[in-house]
């Protein structure tokens, strides 16, 4: 059976509040909806692990969360630095070439095909490593022989972790579940299931699919192969552009900034040529430096209004990759627009 990459991220908003915030590693905070002068009227939309284990969770009313943890950190949600953040980490999975399904902002899917599961482990490893390096986030991945299966091996490996479970597996992993664990069973349905005397995954496999379909249409037919271990869900591949970008290994490692700022005209005008070419136009800038130990580091700058302009990808580009520069011998470099919006109307270009 072909196999499915799931990646979700770890408490994603909060991950991204540590990670510019790094002093709340270790504190119990929690990311809000509401602002932080009526925040006891606001929701918690996620928390990080140390608030977790105070019994705070999302969806909970901050109010009551400000009473298991009085002294809790509370931050605003920042949705275009999330957003900013997720399609950091879609390129990146993009990148690989594998149909890909963008399935929530913390959230995606990739169609891996026929490869081995020994392949499928190491390309997980590889892409869990890029995203903690390059992007600073943690994530969990799931592999299994369908996007359901993919993701319920990844609820069961988080956090941080990577799950995989083969066809020979499916039968006892799946028989003790409950069936809300399966992805899309949500309340309403369990609770009818449990009317006829289901509640596991392996009551359910047992059932009547006629019954099942007459209860739940269509749905009750795939509820009854998932089930039976036949995973029928296909990938829904996103064809959104998140960013645009060029990278580029130097002939020579260097520090030499002069070296570099060559490198990083042309690759901006190639960037350039490939935004105009799509329609587009960006708020954020991101640079690239791939130093000689294989390490690397990426400064990004958003801009305060929309443009396509050369001069102001590469004039930023030229800025940023000066603060990349230390000890190390510089082997790549690279230039990325992101944030990226079609060409509708007139907005504050430069």
Not at 175 to 180: A, G, R, S, T
Not at 211 to 219: H, I, P, Q, T
Not at 237 to 251: A, P, Q
């Amino acid at each position: 059976m072909p196999l499915v990459l799931l990646l979700d991220m770890d408490y994603f908003f909060a991950a991204c509040e540590e990670l510019r915030h790094p002093e709340l590693k270790g504190s119990a905070f929690v990311v809000g909806t509401a602002t932080i002068a009526k925040r006891e009227r606001g929701v918690v939309q996620t928390c990080n692990y140390v608030a977790r284990g105070f019994g705070i969770h999302s969806a909970m009313p901050t109010a009551q969360a400000l009473k298991l943890k009085p002294d809790l950190v509370y931050l605003e949600s920042d949705d275009n630095y999330y957003q900013e953040m997720s399609d950091r980490v879609m390129s990146l999975l993009k990148g690989y070439g594998f149909a890909t399904e963008v399935m929530s902002i913390d959230e995606a899917a990739l169609g891996l095909g026929d490869i081995s599961y020994s392949d499928a482990d190491a390309l997980a490893r590889v892409i869990k490593s890029r995203i903690n390096n390059e992007v600073g986030l943690p994530c969990t991945i799931g592999i299994s022989t369908g996007k359901v299966y993919a993701k319920m091996v990844c609820d069961v490996s988080k956090p941080n972790g990577i799950g995989l479970l083969g066809e020979d597996e499916l039968a006892g992993f799946l028989k003790d579940k409950k069936v809300d664990s399966i992805l899309g069973v949500g309340r309403k349905t369990a609770d009818r299931l449990k009317e006829i005397g289901i509640s596991t995954i392996g009551q359910l496999s047992k059932a009547d699919p006629n019954v099942l379909v007459e209860m739940f249409g269509s749905f009750g037919r795939e509820l009854y192969l998932l089930a039976n271990c036949r995973d029928e869900s296909r990938i829904v591949e996103s064809y959104t552009v998140m960013s645009i970008g060029r990278e580029r290994t130097l002939e020579v490692e260097t520090k030499d900034l002069a070296k570099m700022d060559a490198m990083l005209k042309g690759l901006s005008k190639e960037a350039i040529d490939e935004v105009k070419k799509k329609g587009m136009w960006f708020k954020g800038i991101s640079v690239k430096a791939r130093y000689s130990d294989f390490t690397e580091r990426i400064k990004n700058r958003k801009l305060n209004n929309y443009t396509d302009s050369y001069d102001v990808l590469y004039g930023t580009a030229a800025q940023l990759i000066k603060e990349l520069v230390n000890e190390k011998m510089v082997r790549k470099v690279g230039v990325r627009a992101y944030l990226l919006e079609n060409r509708k109307g007139q907005r504050g270009i430069f």
